[in-house]
């Protein structure tokens, strides 16, 4: 069975990091590309974040380039968004997803399976 658990979200203060976990299970991540989604209230859900299954990161939104990070363990099966110098506008419910595929895609249309989210809460 195929599952998605996402961790490590928080309150956090402009500035500051927070590093959230995606565990995967039923499958490995060296074979699906793993991408990272928000949204924020009253907000459409957009794309983050995509990490290939050869672990090429790709980034799709230009304010959270060159502050996010995102990894895996291969391991662990077990990817990771790093996220440094947050901003109030990086508030969003995270989620991870498998994609259909191995490269990374931006459309949340290309992942069938998500993981439940975790609150990313910036503010002073």
């Known amino acids: 069975q195929v599952q998605l658990v996402n961790s490590g979200g928080g309150l956090v203060q402009p500035g500051g990091s927070l590093r959230l976990s995606c565990a995967a299970s039923?499958?490995?991540?060296?074979?699906?590309?793993i991408g990272w989604f928000r949204q924020a209230p009253g907000k459409e859900r957009e794309g983050v974040a995509c990490?290939?299954?050869?672990?090429?990161?790709?980034y799709y939104v230009d304010s959270i380039k060159g502050r996010f990070t995102s990894s895996s363990d291969n391991a662990k099966n077990t990817v990771y968004l790093q996220m440094n110098n947050l901003k109030p506008e990086d508030t969003a419910v995270y989620y991870c997803a498998r994609s259909l595929w191995r490269r990374c895609q931006s459309s949340g249309s290309n992942y069938n399976d998500w993981g439940q989210g975790t609150q990313v809460t910036v503010s002073s």
């Open positions: 990490i290939s299954s050869s672990g090429g990161a790709t």
């Open positions: 039923g499958f490995s991540v060296v074979n699906y590309a």
